[in-house]
């Protein structure tokens, strides 16, 4: 593949992030706003006060994110935005400062998809070449993806209810933890006993999810024990649950696709039980992102640019839902 320095942007839901990204393996710079402040007093993101947030700060960390990279505008191959899925008023904002940087300084414009950026993510730093079989674990997505090539991906299963990183979310409000739920839930989990509550692993024929009945089984739990609630044994059993089926379905992916390599991607491949699983249980090497790129960012969505990215015109537009 052929050299190339691209500026990513990324703006698909609570974060604003630039980075800028050489051949797709070697991290310039990436900056971030986390709006996660902004959405903590509402216990989740607000689209249209999310959206405010990026277009406030979606120039400085462009800006930010060029300097820090030492790179001039006329050095880069492109400008690499994330065009979906996530919240449409948010991408436009993303997309729109993308569009006038490309036709300003006459550069490319990049079109990224959110999910594979996420997987692209495990490029970074690293020597990781398909095929192998990716977990896409995030707020909203839950596949198990084969990657025959850079640009061929299968998804082999998916979620048919709530996501990985949603039951986490909804979960975490439910045991009074706050917004985001993940990293609250994967923290107070280390001192709970994963044992102390059975709750489903939702069965599902082949390699389907769902995390909808798991959720209830945690609600009627808790409906029943006197207060205060043993929250650290409820949110540890609750993440056994999740992790396990998660590690179960994707080996058995592996096994049946005799594929050498696995690939954990989006959010929750920052739980470090998931981790810690997959590192115990798989028999062939895993790749997981650095900590910072597995949550949103723009270093992922400028390696997407170089491994996988479309060629984009002005008119293009955003989408809400995969594609
Ligand atoms: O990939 P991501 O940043 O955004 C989407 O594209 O959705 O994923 C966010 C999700 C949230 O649901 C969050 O609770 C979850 O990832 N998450 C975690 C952890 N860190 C973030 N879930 C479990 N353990 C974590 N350490
Ligand atoms: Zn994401």
Redesign the pocket.
Known sequence: MPSSLYLGVET??DETAAAVVRDGREVLSSKLISQITVHQEFGGVVPEVAARRHLETINVVIEEAMKAASVTPGQLSGIACTVGPGLVGTLLVGLSAAKALSWAWDRPLIAVD?LLA?VCANYLGTDLEPPFVALLV????TQIIHFADYRQATILGQTRDDAA??A??KVARLLGLGY????A??RISEKGDPMAFKFPEGVVPGYDFSFSGLKTAVMRTVEKLPEPLPVADLAASFQEAVTSVLVKKTLRAQKDLAAERLVLA???A???ELRRKFREQSPVPVYFPKLEL???NAAMVAAAAHFCGKPAELDTGVYSRQQ
Request: aromatic share 4%; glycine share 26%; with cysteine.
């Open positions: 698909s839901c959110h996420h995030s707020g909203g997505h990183g949603e986490y979310d985001p739920g993940g990293p839930i994967d989006g959010g929750v920052a739980n470090r597995c949550t949103d």
